[in-house]
């Protein structure tokens, strides 16, 4: 059974400017958790995360503490790495986590830290995030000098390092092995896996790359234990989660929620409806690599295993009559992503917004693959004439085979984060296009 | 003409040294400190970075390339970073460029003639929420609109938050 919705973990100190500081941090609670932790066995912590059924906040939702597991036990080195890179489209969580509770994230990653044995740690922040870096970096320094990080912390005779890293812009250091070679002074681009980053990660040690919302979890896992954390959500997935909400609604914001709210009940209830009295015509679930939902699919809950299997979501298909293969014959519906929800109105121009976001991908594209490179571009090109009133008979079917022809084919998965949504709003929203390809219209920005 | 570290940068690129087990991934602070330093990467501030972390001249060249926040070019003081990014697009992200394009005088890309602004579109800055959204440093100008960016342009001539107060 979800929990009420005023249950609030990583977002209850929001708003309370006081607690960024370490004595309000620790006014309110803050690093009492700690010193309970420390004094647990490593594969103790793990077992409790495994139990609860967290799921990684970053985009992919796999289980933490299965990942956690896939450290060698003889490795001798291991580095935890705080993925603070935010950029998908729609989704702007982390940014507020890092601001308001600073600390919470650091107390996260001493926890989790112990619990991989990991000694030297980092957290690479999105370059553009200025201000939040000051809050983090002050953090940082703030525990240190209460000996909370450092050398034999709390007399535990336990070492841990944090080090904040920056990045410089580019949206690709988000996906985990180019934040890595971000992280070595390399050009961020993605490497080949596997080997996966658990087993061959930073420096070519065992590296645990987890999300900011993933890590500030963890303390209130070791408090209250996993089956608690694990109570609080559905099916297999434990906890609360932040959610995004932007675009057409009357009230945008970023809140926390119970795993297994509707799209339906977090638009009407949650942000106050549609604006301007509109209906819902599109959602974008979880960031813009995740295919969109129409409005027959709003009673969906908002949970990881959810939206990839319920029956009530269509398939995505590669053109009408031919579904698209993720693999083994398995069927793309979508995925909960990054927590990034946008809301389309019923008088959205969908060609011109699906425009925008191939715009996005084919600049943000790495240039490693060619699929991905030619790919993404050509998908710009063609969304952009389509949408700008000049589009042919043959430009859908043309975006389709592109999108089809990047998909499962590069190192890393942004290709798919273009494939997905290009053909998933092919999919729910054809008449849209064919309309666009028939009628003039030239209002597209920029 | 050789560039040089202020003894503050000297002393930062030091201490970061020792948070890793070489020098090379210093180079992403380091090219920060010296854009902070030098206004931008010109050819001898690569050359300053290089040297100061013993790497190739090319690869710090390489990493330079790679991000966006990297500025290969003198560009203004203050870096108006516009997002037009989806969720800021669905609520007038790009009547909001436009604004600015127009009262700075203009072009996404460019800078003004005094120096004092750069304004450039943005991808998502991740304040989808309170779209449409710009970042200037570590200041946050939440639901704009394109009558406000006139008030926005006066408040950063009075307090313009250049990006490198933060490196
Ligand atoms: C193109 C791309 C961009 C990504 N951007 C982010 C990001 O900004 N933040 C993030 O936490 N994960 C991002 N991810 C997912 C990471 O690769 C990784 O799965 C995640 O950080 C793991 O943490 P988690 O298990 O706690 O979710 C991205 C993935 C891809 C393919
Ligand atoms: S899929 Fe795209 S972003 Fe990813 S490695 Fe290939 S070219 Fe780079
Ligand atoms: S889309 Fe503009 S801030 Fe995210």
Not at chain 1, 393 to 404: G, K, R, V, Y
Not at chain 2, 89 to 96: D, L
Request: glycine fraction near 10%.
């Amino acid at each position: 059974m979800p929990t009420d919705r005023n249950t609030k973990l990583v977002s209850a100190r929001f708003g309370n400017e006081e607690a960024k500081t370490l004595a309000g941090y620790e006014k309110t609670g803050g690093y009492a958790t700690l010193r309970k932790a420390l004094a647990m066995r490593p594969e103790d912590i793990t077992n409790e995360v495994k139990a609860s059924n967290l799921r990684g906040r970053g985009g992919a939702g796999f289980s933490t503490g299965t990942k956690w597991g896939f450290v060698p036990k003889d490795a001798k080195q291991v580095h935890l790495v705080c993925n603070a890179d935010e950029s998908e489209p729609g989704t702007c969580k982390d940014r507020e986590l890092i601001y308001w509770d600073p600390h919470l994230l650091i107390e996260g990653m001493i926890i989790s830290a112990h619990a991989l044995k990991a000694v030297h740690n980092y957290i690479y922040i999105r370059g553009e995030m200025m201000r939040e870096y000051a809050v983090l970096q002050k953090a940082v320094d703030e525990a240190y000098a209460r000996g909370y990080l450092g050398k034999n912390i709390l007399g535990t005779g336990l070492n841990i390092e944090l080090t904040v890293h920056r990045g410089a812009g580019a949206y690709i250091c988000g996906e985990e092995t180019a934040l890595l070679n971000s992280l070595e002074g390399l050009r961020g681009q993605p490497r080949l896996k596997p080997p996966f980053p658990a087993v061959k990660g930073l420096f070519g040690n065992p590296t645990i790359v987890n999300n900011v919302e993933t890590l500030m979890n963890v303390p209130f896992i070791v408090v209250k234990g996993g089956a608690w954390f694990n109570g609080l959500g559905m099916g297999r997935s434990g906890g609360t989660r932040m959610l995004c909400v932007s675009g057409h609604v009357n009230k945008p914001g970023v809140f926390e929620l119970p795993i297994g709210i509707t799209f339906r009940e977090l638009i009407d209830e949650v942000c106050g409806g549609v604006w301007k009295g509109r209906k819902v015509k599109a959602v974008i679930p979880g960031g813009v690599s995740m295919p969109p939902l129409d409005e027959s699919e709003l009673d969906v809950p908002i949970e990881f295993d959810a939206l990839q299997t319920d029956e009530r979501i269509k398939n995505v298909m590669v053109r009408p009559g031919q579904q698209f293969d993720l693999g083994g014959g398995r069927a793309l519906k979508t995925m909960a992503g990054s927590g990034g929800v946008v809301v389309m109105d019923d008088t959205s121009n969908i060609p011109k917004y699906v425009w925008r976001i191939m715009k996005f991908f084919a600049h943000e594209s790495c240039g490693q693959c060619t699929p991905c490179r030619e790919g993404t571009g050509w998908l710009e090109k063609v969304a952009r004439r389509v949408a700008d009133g000049k589009g042919k008979p043959d430009d859908l079917e043309l975006l389709a085979s592109i999108a089809h022809g990047i998909a499962g084919n590069t190192i890393c998965a942004l290709g798919d984060a273009a494939a997905w949504p290009m053909l998933g709003f092919l999919t729910k929203f054809r008449p849209d296009f064919e309309a666009a390809v028939k009628t003039k219209n030239k209002d597209v920005a920029a | 003409m050789s560039l040089e570290f202020s003894a503050d940068a000297q002393k930062k690129i030091a201490a970061l040294c020792d948070r890793y087990p070489t020098k090379k991934p210093v180079v992403m602070a380091a090219l920060h400190l010296a854009q902070k330093e030098h206004g931008h990467l010109s050819d001898d501030a690569l050359r300053l970075v290089a040297a100061t972390l013993d790497l190739p001249y090319a690869h710090v060249y390489g990493v330079a390339t790679f991000y966006t926040m990297y500025k290969r070019e003198p560009a203004g003081k203050t870096t108006i970073r516009m997002c037009t990014n989806i969720s800021c697009m669905m609520r007038g992200g790009y009547e909001v460029l436009a604004a600015f394009e127009q009262k700075l005088g203009v072009k996404k890309g460019g800078t003004t003639s005094d120096k004092q602004f750069h304004l450039v579109e943005e991808e998502c800055i991740a304040a989808c929420a309170n779209a449409p959204c710009a970042v200037v440093g570590t200041k946050y100008f939440l639901d704009l609109t394109p009558d406000q960016v006139g008030k926005v342009i006066a408040e950063l001539e009075a307090d313009p938050h250049p990006e490198g107060e933060v490196v």
